[in-house]
């Protein structure tokens, strides 16, 4: 198994049915990308764009794709970030922060169009220390549990 470290997007209507690693077929279509995971290990990655699922960004020449990619239902649990065609490695999460993001995402899906900073959204683990105020608002400390903030 060999790690991929770029991307290289394929813009198509319909998605073959075999995959090439490194390659990320992007139908505009059907607002989709799917690629072979980064690791190695062959399962497909689908990400669709939505407004509560990922977001493509296409500068003409490279794709990112936002948020990260957490393979946690993968055997390899892989998680990676696609910026401007290259894989970004990030850490790998406890059984508590993919339980956090995973009912973060259900109640983003519930309310997609509602206010991201709402206390009725999870809160994710706090990053702060003991005696710290905590950050400002829920998205906030999302983005920062993230290692974006």
Wanted: charged share 15%.
């Amino acid at each position: 198994m060999m790690r991929v470290t770029v991307l290289t997007p394929v813009f198509v209507e319909y998605v073959p049915e075999k995959l090439v690693d490194g390659k990320l077929y992007l139908s505009v279509e059907f607002a989709t990308a799917v690629h072979n995971c980064c690791c190695g290990c062959g399962n497909q990655v689908v990400t669709p764009f939505t407004p509560t699922d990922w977001r493509l960004i296409f500068d003409g020449v490279s794709v990112s794709l936002e948020p990260s990619i957490g393979n946690w239902s993968f055997p390899c649990r892989s998680h990676y970030w696609v910026t401007n065609n290259n894989i970004r490695w990030a850490g790998q999460w406890s059984q508590t922060q993919i339980d956090s993001g995973r009912a973060f995402d259900r109640a983003s899906k519930a309310d997609p169009y509602g206010d991201p900073a709402s206390e009725t959204l999870p809160t994710a683990p706090s990053t702060s220390t003991p005696g710290e105020a905590p950050r400002g608002g829920l998205w906030a400390r999302f983005k920062a549990w993230l290692g974006l903030g």
